[in-house]
């Protein structure tokens, strides 16, 4: 059988934040690819399904089990492309790495580092940094999905000041004067130093009247924010996060099909829903708020670039895939960054679609529907919901169903 087209099979991850059992894309799609070794817990979490070649959770062939870096190692120039290595010094492993994740509980608020820092982060402490690559990421809604992007408008972070008493209380007087006086990029960063250094017990005196409040009468900071407020401190009650994330950061509501793409040293955390994640190979993560996990409060203050725009900035509107054609619909979520786009094909009813190939290495995974993908009329593999594949560089595909159909595919074309 032909390995330019190859079913193979992910790996899932029982973090805390993850949906239970069977409510869980990630458990759903991991017992469909691998229904013999993934038999669902519905006591456990599923939280994030890792697609790509990184050591910690290495995707493997369906036939016999060998790695996926294993296969590429065999023919770089075949399984990457030439220019794929070349351009990002590459021999046995993919430039990106692809996830699903289902969130029933707010991730930590975080950010990643860009290359400079990820170098020298895991030079001085490797246990919580493993990676020396940067991680910017992208994600698209699956199901409605809501999360912290990037920080607020200065003007509404100015207001939060002015009419939320706990929140200019936590910080004092005077940075608050100077915050309001000023609303800069400077003493935003002077303001979020002040909250993420907040004495234990400021933060359970403001924090339990900010909840009071929000539940005695929601209107008060609007329902939005009210509810949102109630959900997270019944999750992680008196956290720093209530601040620093409910007042400080964007409230970003998506819809299936919807993306937000982030780039590397921009603060964010995942709240509710499932997604399909697309990131450059690194697993560092600067931890703050909403979380038991290492924290590394001074490195996150200190590396996060303080920009600031409203949530309709931080989506990302898909273009279209010229490459494409048949009865399918082709979205390409391509952000600005080297080492990844996806792609998402999608049929609403019985069809066939043709792809063109691609210059550089892929993984698919189908999150709906069923049908038969090939390469050639000898390669036909079956297509199912959770179904995962690797495409070599320059294999064109074809695509059929009797049904609706959804699939993600992430690439890197050099």
């Given at each position: 059988?032909?390995?330019?087209?190859?079913?193979?099979?992910?790996?899932?991850?029982?973090?805390?934040?993850?949906?239970?059992?069977?409510?869980?894309?990630?458990?759903?799609?991991?017992?469909?690819?691998?229904?013999?070794?993934?038999?669902?817990?519905?006591?456990?979490?599923?939280?994030?399904?890792?697609?790509?070649?990184?050591?910690k959770?290495?995707?493997?062939?369906?036939?016999?089990?060998?790695?996926?870096?294993?296969?590429?190692?065999?023919?770089?120039?075949?399984?990457?492309?030439?220019?794929?290595?070349?351009?990002?010094?590459?021999?046995?492993?993919?430039?990106?790495?692809?996830?699903?994740?289902?969130?029933?509980?707010?991730?930590?608020?975080?950010?990643?580092p860009?290359?400079?820092?990820?170098?020298?982060?895991?030079?001085?402490?490797?246990?919580?940094?493993?990676?020396?690559?940067?991680?910017?990421?992208?994600?698209?809604?699956?199901?409605?999905?809501?999360?912290?992007?990037?920080?607020?408008?200065?003007?509404?972070?100015k207001?939060?000041?002015?009419?939320?008493?706990?929140?200019?209380?936590?910080?004092?007087?005077?940075?608050?004067q100077?915050?309001?006086?000023?609303?800069?990029?400077?003493?935003?960063?002077?303001?979020?130093?002040?909250?993420?250094?907040?004495?234990?017990?400021?933060?359970i005196?403001?924090?339990?009247?900010?909840?009071?409040?929000?539940?005695?009468?929601?209107s008060?900071?609007?329902?939005?924010?009210?509810?949102?407020?109630?959900?997270?401190?019944?999750?992680?009650?008196?956290?720093?996060?209530?601040?620093?994330?409910?007042?400080?950061?964007?409230?970003?509501?998506?819809?299936?099909?919807?993306?937000?793409?982030?780039?590397?040293c921009e603060?964010?955390?995942?709240?509710?829903?499932?997604?399909?994640?697309?990131?450059?190979?690194?697993?560092?993560?600067?931890?703050?708020?909403?979380?038991?996990?290492?924290?590394?409060?001074?490195?996150?203050?200190?590396?996060?670039?303080?920009?600031?725009?409203?949530?309709?900035e931080?989506?990302?509107?898909?273009a279209?895939?010229?490459?494409?054609?048949?009865?399918?619909?082709?979205?390409?979520?391509?952000?600005?960054?080297?080492?990844?786009?996806?792609?998402?094909?999608?049929?609403?009813?019985?069809?066939?679609?043709?792809?063109?190939?691609?210059?550089?290495?892929?993984?698919?995974?189908?999150?709906?529907?069923?049908?038969?993908?090939?390469?050639?009329?000898?390669?036909?593999?079956?297509?199912?919901?959770?179904?995962?594949?690797?495409?070599?560089?320059?294999?064109?595909?074809?695509?059929?169903?009797?049904?609706?159909?959804?699939?993600?595919?992430?690439?890197?074309?050099?």
């Amino acid at each position: 059988m032909s390995n330019d087209l190859v079913r193979v099979i992910g790996g899932p991850q029982n973090y805390a934040w993850g949906k239970l059992g069977s409510n869980s894309s990630v458990a759903r799609f991991a017992h469909a690819s691998d229904p013999q070794n993934v038999i669902i817990d519905e006591s456990l979490p599923y939280a994030e399904y890792w697609m790509g070649t990184h050591p910690k959770v290495p995707t493997t062939l369906s036939t016999n089990g060998e790695k996926l870096s294993d296969l590429i190692s065999s023919n770089p120039e075949k399984y990457l492309s030439k220019s794929i290595m070349e351009k990002f010094n590459l021999k046995n492993s993919l430039p990106f790495l692809f996830k699903v994740l289902s969130i029933e509980k707010v991730l930590s608020i975080q950010s990643h580092p860009d290359k400079k820092l990820a170098e020298q982060l895991r030079l001085k402490d490797p246990e919580h940094y493993p990676d020396d690559n940067h991680k910017p990421e992208m994600a698209i809604a699956i199901t409605d999905f809501e999360a912290f992007c990037g920080f607020k408008p200065l003007e509404t972070i100015k207001d939060h000041l002015l009419n939320i008493k706990e929140f200019s209380s936590l910080i004092g007087d005077e940075t608050t004067q100077i915050f309001i006086n000023n609303p800069s990029k400077e003493n935003l960063k002077l303001v979020f130093s002040k909250v993420m250094n907040s004495n234990d017990d400021d933060l359970i005196k403001y924090s339990n009247s900010l909840v009071l409040k929000a539940k005695e009468n929601p209107s008060l900071y609007g329902e939005t924010l009210s509810d949102l407020i109630l959900r997270l401190n019944d999750q992680f009650p008196n956290d720093i996060g209530l601040f620093c994330g409910c007042l400080m950061l964007n409230h970003c509501i998506l819809k299936t099909g919807e993306a937000m793409f982030l780039q590397a040293c921009e603060p964010h955390a995942y709240i509710s829903g499932d997604i399909i994640e697309c990131m450059a190979a690194s697993d560092n993560v600067i931890r703050s708020g909403f979380t038991p996990k290492f924290k590394d409060v001074e490195t996150l203050i200190s590396s996060l670039t303080y920009s600031t725009n409203n949530v309709d900035e931080q989506k990302l509107n898909p273009a279209n895939f010229e490459r494409g054609n048949g009865d399918a619909i082709f979205n390409l979520y391509d952000p600005p960054i080297d080492e990844f786009s996806v792609l998402q094909v999608k049929f609403d009813k019985k069809g066939k679609a043709n792809c063109k190939g691609i210059n550089g290495p892929s993984i698919i995974i189908v999150t709906e529907g069923n049908g038969i993908i090939s390469n050639n009329d000898e390669n036909k593999l079956d297509v199912f919901t959770g179904a995962v594949f690797f495409v070599a560089p320059n294999v064109e595909l074809n695509i059929e169903t009797n049904d609706s159909l959804v699939l993600y595919r992430a690439y890197c074309e050099a």
